[in-house]
């Protein structure tokens, strides 16, 4: 069975995927956007470029950062970054799910396509109610 890869794509047109959900746990990890990037192998401008369009995303930021130096530096998922991280895995989870039909996204009227393979479905996504899961 071939793996699901799923891309959340907001109306600003900003996406969050695999690759952003890695550099996310990566930076929480490590607490270093210059780990994260030689972990992922990618350069630091890319990893910062890729973490500034999530954080342009959001009205809240999702990664913070102290400048570096000799006594410091540093990056740190916000408890709000931590919740889009958490988010995503859990939509991640329920596209991958073997059952038919499952829900997937958090738009709880979107079930799993029933699409031929290679296409894309788009379902719309909503914010999650507290309460909800």
């Known amino acids: 069975m071939a793996g699901v890869r799923v891309s959340v794509v907001f ?3 900003a996406r969050i995927g695999p690759g952003k959900a890695r550099l996310l746990q990566s930076i929480h990890d490590s607490g270093s956007i210059s780990a994260a990037a030689r972990d992922m192998g990618m350069s630091y401008k ?4 890729l973490l500034d369009s999530i954080n342009q995303a ?4 999702v990664v913070t950062t102290a400048p570096g130096g ?4 540093g990056a740190t ?3 709000f970054g931590l919740e889009v991280l958490e ?3 859990r939509i991640a989870d329920r596209a991958a799910s073997p059952r038919r039909g499952a829900t997937i996204g958090c738009d709880s009227s979107a079930t ?3 699409a031929p393979p290679n296409q894309a479905h788009h379902a719309p996504c909503r914010p999650e ?5």
């Open 46 to 49: 890319r990893a910062w470029l």
């Open 77 to 79: 998922l916000t408890a």
């Open 87 to 89: 988010r995503y895995r």
């Open 11 to 13: 109306d600003s047109g």
């Open 58 to 61: 959001f009205t809240e930021p």
């Open 112 to 114: 799993a396509p029933q």
């Open 129 to 133: 109610t507290p309460g909800q899961s």
């Open 70 to 73: 000799a006594g410091g530096g």
